[in-house]
């Protein structure tokens, strides 16, 4: 598929809406894929270590 100029590209044949909404909705599924076990590990290992500190403490 060829476009005449860069704001052909971004309207997609009047369906650029539609295919950049998608495309944005992919990537921000994607990036939480990738970011919600990161944080999930920090959030387990700062638990971990607060519980550890109780226990020595007593």
Not at 12 to 33: E, K
Not at 36 to 50: D, F, G
Request: charge should be positive; charged fraction near 20%; glycine fraction near 6%.
């Amino acid at each position: 598929m060829s476009f005449a100029s860069f704001s052909d590209f971004l309207a997609m044949g009047h369906h650029g809406l539609y295919v950049w909404t998608a495309y944005g909705i992919c990537l921000t599924v994607l990036a939480l894929n990738v970011a919600a076990p990161i944080l999930a590990r920090k959030r387990y290992l700062q638990q971990e270590a607060r519980r550890l500190r109780r226990e020595t403490e007593k």
